[in-house]
């Protein structure tokens, strides 16, 4: 910080960081500065008072405030994704990401339905897994899996026997 140049004491990595923690306000943000502190209390006042420490907390405090639409972005992504038989692995894991990034959180009924409403291009599909039940989230990930794979296996079933021979 440019105003505590050249004031001893006030160069110190740690105080840099505790310094910039009290400019930091609101109900939003409040959670993340107290796990900083938590963090910085930890610290050895002389042994961890190096450069890092705080091109650390700048590292940390970039990840989690510089792309403020990130969230939303990730929203948009999640309710545009749908899944392209048979890459039910690609879904998932494009999906799980999204989810993760809009800050979903992963056993609710509405991150269950996003992942339904992907599926809208295959019903039968839809049809099939929602016949099995499906618990949480989890449960629905793997019980869309075992659905898919099997229709897979009916497809080359179906196109191996069609197939002309030699």
Same mark, same amino acid.
């Given at each position: 910080?440019?105003? #505590?140049?050249?004031?001893?004491?006030? +160069?110190?990595?740690?105080?840099?960081?505790?310094? $910039?923690?009290?400019?930091?306000?609101?109900?939003?943000?409040?959670?993340?500065?107290?796990?900083?502190?938590?963090?910085?209390?930890?610290?050895?006042?002389? #042994?961890?008072?190096?450069?890092?420490?705080?091109?650390?907390? !700048?590292?940390?405090?970039?990840?989690?405030?510089a792309?403020?639409?990130?969230?939303?972005?990730?929203?948009?992504?999640?309710?545009?994704?749908?899944?392209?038989?048979?890459?039910?692995d690609?879904?998932?894991?494009?999906?799980?990401?999204?989810?993760?990034? $809009?800050?979903?959180?992963?056993?609710?009924? +509405?991150?269950?339905?996003m992942?339904?409403?992907?599926?809208?291009?295959?019903?039968?599909?839809?049809?099939?897994?929602?016949?099995?039940?499906?618990?949480?989230?989890?449960?629905?990930?793997?019980?869309?899996?075992?659905v898919?794979?099997?229709?897979?296996? !009916?497809?080359?079933?179906?196109n191996?026997?069609? $197939?002309?021979?030699?």
């Amino acid at each position: 910080m440019m105003a #505590n140049q050249g004031i001893l004491g006030f +160069e110190s990595p740690i105080r840099c960081v505790a310094i $910039a923690l009290t400019f930091i306000k609101g109900p939003q943000v409040d959670g993340w500065v107290e796990g900083i502190l938590e963090g910085l209390e930890q610290l050895h006042p002389i #042994n961890d008072n190096i450069e890092y420490t705080y091109l650390n907390f !700048l590292s940390r405090f970039k990840s989690q405030f510089a792309d403020s639409t990130k969230q939303e972005v990730a929203q948009a992504s999640l309710d545009r994704l749908t899944f392209h038989f048979p890459n039910i692995d690609q879904y998932i894991s494009n999906f799980k990401m999204l989810a993760r990034k $809009a800050r979903y959180t992963i056993g609710s009924w +509405e991150l269950m339905n996003m992942f339904l409403k992907g599926l809208h291009t295959f019903p039968h599909i839809i049809k099939r897994i929602i016949d099995k039940s499906p618990s949480n989230y989890y449960n629905l990930k793997e019980k869309t899996i075992l659905v898919v794979k099997n229709q897979q296996l !009916l497809r080359a079933i179906k196109n191996s026997s069609t $197939a002309m021979p030699f």
